[in-house]
């Protein structure tokens, strides 16, 4: 399922983990926002400086990092497996095989739900950070080639 992801997205979906475990639920949207604030330089976090905006929920991001390893991870919630899906279409919409964090926070604020609204109360709306993505996609890293099949299935899409 994630094999479309790159490192620092799939760290974000692991890190939005344990605070599940810890709040023995499944995973949301919101538990998906604290896992984008783990990294200090991933993407979104470079983008849009998330830690800073959002430093109530690292200081709840880093006490959750306290429990011990977990064995069996929670599902998705809902609103968690929507915002997977969302990444994905917003990765395709800007024609970018790779997914990354900037991606899992498109398809946080395409969704809608209470990470949306978190975010939207700091000044993150869906409209700017696309174009900020969209400006930005020249600094991304080379994450490798691109499979063949999948510029094809590309083509496939935009003529549908």
Do not use: C
């Amino acid at each position: 399922m994630f094999e479309r992801y790159v490192e620092q997205a799939r760290r974000a979906v692991y890190f939005s983990v344990l605070p599940a475990v810890q709040e023995k639920v499944l995973i949301g949207s919101e538990h998906l926002l604290l896992g984008l604030l783990h990294d200090d330089d991933s993407r979104a976090n470079t983008l849009f400086k998330l830690q800073e905006l959002l430093p109530d929920r690292v200081a709840v991001h880093k006490e959750s990092h306290s429990a011990y390893p977990f064995k069996n991870a929670p599902a998705l919630a809902d609103d968690g497996k929507r915002v997977l899906a969302y990444a994905a279409r917003e990765a395709r919409q800007l024609n970018d095989y790779w997914i990354d964090t900037e991606h899992l926070l498109l398809g946080i604020l395409r969704d809608g739900s209470a990470a949306a609204v978190r975010l939207k109360g700091v000044g993150i709306d869906l409209m700017m950070a696309r174009r900020v993505v969209g400006e930005n996609k020249t600094s991304r890293p080379n994450y490798g080639p691109v499979p063949r099949f999948w510029k094809l299935k590309y083509i496939l899409w935009s003529l549908a």
